[in-house]
């Protein structure tokens, strides 16, 4: 289709900064046009934030533009290539099998790469078709949005656009486009592409183009490099301990999968905690449970152990690698995740004993299986204080997602002694827990049932889930049923990485 002249002069134009690198980086090549593509959903709100003009979300070029079929003014697609650690073997090349970069946008302080990933076969597709399939874009746009939500860092979506084009996997199935944006897609594997390569020179000029563009106050440390691997550290550590915290499980987190800048990317096989379980495995396809709930922390640590190792022609010493992740990691994850529970659990300021008291709490919720964003959301409305001929009905919404209410009981009587070491008015508390004890995730039955209506020719409900997802910690009485725990229907649901 050929854009009217009025809408390519009034679009922005993008500047593809990742081209400016060598061109061994990239294959440049056009995405391949998907045949009368429709737009599924659209998040204005992240549109409005990148400066795109809204009339433009209605206009019939938009999804032209998104499913890569119209050039984007200064736009210039490429595909990248790295490498990978893939559930902990090495898989040697990767790359931006079935995503183009465009370019990006500045738009008050932030800079925002737009990707579109379904968009067609690349140099890196290894024999695949280069589409993505409607059910893991929807699940894509949905979790990105509701993980932004949450203010778990993370890449977010644009827009989603389908299309009456078939996509063979398991069964056949429609094709679509996925607008993803962040400020760089950059990985672990792009770096460790090359060091396994032995191109020093490449693995510098990969981690300059990371400072300069996105981490400059590394620049002014005595020793840039290893700042700029201690900031991935930092962060890496505390993105995983707000995955924990909102009971995320990424499902792949192979180091091609793990963000330089510390974003949460590539939603595969992901999945909410629900009925607790710290060795839950939420991808199918991960038979051995490398990335189970709690094996995440360990993952993460693994994964920046092999970063470090691509950065060794930066540092030369081996034991600075090493010191960098060992020194930022742990550290990072353990406080955040420790600021975190206490958040979650209401304590208005730190006491020694808080590391034993979230313990504890692990420790009943993995032994009594209740559903994890309920405890805590149900949690948030409780009492400091109770008369104990009332405690039962009081305590009723959180103890009847127990079996044994002994157990919850025992538990609350110690969250109301570590409450009376730090007294805190109900009223600002409850305020406070509620604020970051989610009520809405994007748990599997919802995303499942989007998807079957999705494949039905109705979209809506994938808009309207959206719209909920975008308030997660607002009570939105609308969407109560979201809230729900999971019908007897969705007790066998299961995703693999061709999710």
Known sequence: MNAPESWLTDLPTLENRFAALPESFYTRLAPHPLPAPSLIAVNRDLAAEMGLPSALLDSPIFPELLAGNQPWPGSQPLAAVYSGHQFGMWAGQLGDGRAHLLGGLDAGSHHWEIQLKGAGRTPYSRGADGRA??????????????????????????????????????????AAVLSRVAPSFVRFGSFEHWAARDRDLEVRQLADYVIDA?????????????????????????????????GFMHGVMNTDNMSILGLTLDYGPFGFMEAFDAGHICNHSDHHGRYSYRNQPHIGQWNLYCLADAFLPLLKQPDMAKAAVDERYGPAFEQHFEHLLRGKLGLCAALPDDEAFIGETFGLLQQHRPDFTLFFRRLSDLPATVDREQQAKTDAPVRDLFIDRSACDAWLDHWRARQAQTPWPDEARQAAMRAVNPKYILRNWLAEQAIRQARAGDFSEVQRLADCLRQPYAEQPAYD?????PPDWAQGLAVSCSS
């Open 133 to 174: 399939v409607l059910r893991s874009s929807i699940r894509e746009f949905l979790c990105s949005e509701a993980m932004a939500a949450l203010g778990v860092p993370t890449t977010r979506a644009l827009s989603l656009v389908g299309a009456d084009y078939p996509v063979r996997r398991e069964e056949i199935e429609s």
């Open 214 to 246: 996105f981490r400059p106050a590394c620049r002014d440390r005595p020793q840039p490099y290893d700042a700029l691997l201690r900031d991935v550290a930092t962060r890496t550590g505390e993105l995983i301990a707000h995955w924990m915290a909102v």
């Open 481 to 485: 049923a979201y809230a729900a725990l």
